[in-house]
């Protein structure tokens, strides 16, 4: 059993950035980011594959969020920039041992979630 730990959350201006940070247990092969806004569903974000080679991105965050990960540490991390207020959500870090596209019968685990709140 993979175990993800979230952190990095945290309040912060529209405009701002924040980094979030994923640790896992052990070695999977894709990791990634899915959020969820209060009273709207789980929205996939970004994710990336083992080597780095493939990253997937949700169109809302395109050009603004880079995802970046480090194997040594089984650790991927999520750069935030240009945050706005419609990124206020709890994000969730995801793994899975398929696929980085991270459809859903591909993730295998999921973090417990750090919230992130960009004011106006």
């Known amino acids: 059993q993979v175990q993800l730990v979230e952190s990095g959350g945290g309040l912060v201006q529209a405009g701002g950035s924040l980094r979030l940070s994923c640790k896992a247990s052990?070695?999977?092969?894709?990791m990634g980011w899915f959020r969820q806004a209060p009273g709207k569903e789980r929205e996939f974000v970004v994710a990336?594959?083992?080597?780095?080679?493939?990253?997937n991105y949700g169109d809302s965050v395109k050009g603004r969020f880079t995802i970046s990960r480090d194997n040594a540490n089984n650790a991927v991390y999520l750069q935030m920039n240009s945050l706005r207020p419609e990124d206020t959500a709890v994000y969730y870090c995801?793994?899975?041992?398929?696929?980085?596209?991270?459809?859903?019968?591909?993730?295998?685990?999921w973090g417990q979630g750090t919230q992130v709140t960009v004011s106006l």
């Open positions: 995801a793994a899975s041992h398929r696929s980085a596209r991270m459809a859903e019968g591909d993730i295998a685990y």
């Open positions: 052990y070695s999977v092969y894709a």
């Open positions: 990336i594959d083992y080597n780095g080679d493939y990253t």
